[in-house]
């Protein structure tokens, strides 16, 4: 190998050398970097998994948010729409009320004018009924019984009243 310019010893002593390196490097440095960086890669794993759970979290808080949200529109509507119906029983309660009180003020005026009707025909008769006792009186020139003369009268007023 001398030949070649090789020295033997001295290329033992730089294998054992470069061997003693590679095996110090590799337990002082190597190691330690590669822990170093799979330690990292672990975290950034279990953050990226983190980061999925926390998007898959607000998902699933969105959409019970929306659920939330349709639910209380959709009773909210419910509550407009039982309103409504609410409103328009309570007016047609109202106006049935109206009705029957306008009909039983219509009622009493309607009894009221017949009442006064009969009051006035029976003042009228008596009127009627005194008249003509005077002017049959006067006429005969003597008082008539009062019996007759009632009679008279009302066979009179019922042809009247005919």
Known sequence: MEKLGINLPYFISQLVNFGLIAALL????????????Q?????????????????????????????RMAEAQRKAQEIIGQAAQSGEKVAAEI?????REAEVIKQKAHEEAAAEKERVLAEV??????LSMAATERVLGRAV?????????DQFMAELGK
């Open 95 to 99: 106006e049935a009320e109206a009705r």
């Open 125 to 130: 008769q008596n009127q009627i009924a005194s």
């Open 145 to 153: 019984d009062q019996k007759t003369q009632r009679e008279l009268i």
């Open 26 to 37: 590799t337990m002082l440095l190597y190691r330690p970097v590669l822990n170093m960086l």
């Open 39 to 67: 330690q990292r890669k672990d975290r950034i794993a279990k953050s990226m998994a983190d980061v999925d759970a926390a998007r898959e979290a607000a998902a699933r808080a969105q959409q019970d948010y929306d659920r």
